[in-house]
């Protein structure tokens, strides 16, 4: 797919502040893309300046291969939508709707029967066709977002921009909103550019995710591979729960391992091509890979442990998990099918296959 956003060494500086250091990554035609970080990470400020509502320090933004860094936000060919709705109290969903397309009848760009066709096409296609005559405050949450999506959608650009719009709903609101994301995206194919700081809901609406920190890129992957291999430590720790530990190589007639301290053996898949013994790396194993067992089963690279804590999560169980007094503390979480068979000061193993053991780093051997 052609390319129809690229930030190049993007820089925003706010005194002594740096928001965004020099930050490049491209966005391909119909992709949908989510920034996605803590806060302060500089998520939004990058999408203002993707915008044209910052103007930044530094580098460019260019649009289908032209520069537009110096070019104002109305001259762009592309819509936000923002968390807090922004819709005019005192007018209609319909015309909220087509507030946008009404400004272009007086420059001659758009006719009155074009506006009615567009409207009802699009509250059509957000469902709110039934509700077009009422005011915002007669709608729900999720209503009045996709009356605010319905409204950057009618002007047809190419690109729309989310500031994450879904914070100020609840939950389950939320949750329905994202179904309605995807099917638009699906069915439209237009240019997403998405900023939340949800994790789960960058890596399901989305067809690649940036992850952002300190207003760095850490990584840009599919949520598939950002998920299974993290490029950093700082990315597997942010993305889902993991066990980042960091130990010695061991090679041995038995295979390669990881030594952690407190002298339990993490096994690695075959022979690590570049690790000398006794280098020290770090290695994450996600805590839905490891397998929590009774104390009593004679299982091959099983390591004791102790229950420190129990979270009971509805469909999961989170256990917290003491490798001895000098090891680390694992987490893994457990189907509930089973009832939840362990209980806090419980004996017990855990056990991760090798091929879920992800070596992510080798940072310096004064970590041990």
Not at 110 to 139: F, N, W
Not at 167 to 183: F, N, P, T, V, Y
Not at 201 to 223: F, K, T, Y
Not at 280 to 285: A, D, S
Request: proline share 4%.
């Amino acid at each position: 797919m052609p390319v129809i956003i690229e930030a190049r060494r993007l820089k925003k500086q706010y005194a002594s502040f740096a928001a965004v250091k020099n930050l490049s990554f491209s966005v391909n035609e119909g992709e949908f893309l989510s920034l996605l970080g803590a806060s302060g990470s500089g998520k939004t400020t990058t999408l203002r300046m993707i915008a044209g509502l910052e103007q930044p320090s530094g580098g460019q933004v260019l649009f289908q291969g032209g520069d537009i860094t110096q070019l104002p936000a109305a001259r762009r060919n592309m819509r936000m939508v923002f968390q807090d709705f922004a819709l005019f109290p005192n007018l209609t969903v319909w015309h909220n709707v087509a507030f946008g397309l009404r400004l272009r009848i007086n420059r001659g760009r758009v006719g009155a029967e074009e506006i009615k066709q567009r409207v009802g096409r699009y509250l059509e296609t957000v469902q709110l066709s039934a509700h077009a005559d009422k005011l915002p405050q007669q709608l729900s949450g999720g209503q009045r977002q996709r009356v605010a999506l319905a409204r950057a959608l009618v002007t047809d650009p190419p690109v729309v921009l989310f500031d994450e719009p879904l914070g100020s709903l609840d939950a389950s609101m939320r949750k329905a909103m994202q179904i309605e994301l995807k099917r638009l995206h699906r069915e439209l194919r237009k240019t997403f550019i998405y900023v939340t700081h949800d994790q789960e809901e960058a890596m399901g609406l989305s067809d690649r995710v940036a992850v952002l920190q300190d207003g760095e890129l850490l990584q840009l992957a599919s949520p598939e591979e950002i998920y299974a291999q993290p490029k950093n430590e700082a990315v597997a720790r942010f993305i889902g729960t993991a066990n980042v530990l960091t130990g010695a190589v061991q090679v041995s007639e038995a295979g390669t391992a990881v030594q952690l301290p407190g002298g339990a053996r993490i096994a690695l898949k075959g022979s690590v091509a570049g690790i000398a013994p006794q280098q020290v790396v770090t290695v994450m194993i996600r805590a839905e890979q490891l397998r929590v067992l009774p104390a009593s089963a004679a299982v091959e690279g099983a390591l004791s442990a102790r229950v420190a804590e129990r979270l009971f999560l509805g469909d999961k169980i989170r256990y917290e998990l003491d490798l001895g007094e000098k090891g680390p503390r694992l987490t893994a979480l457990d189907s509930a099918g089973g009832g939840g068979r362990f209980a806090v000061g419980d004996a017990v193993q855990v056990c991760a296959d090798s091929s879920h053991v992800h070596l992510i780093g080798r940072p310096d051997a004064d970590a041990l």
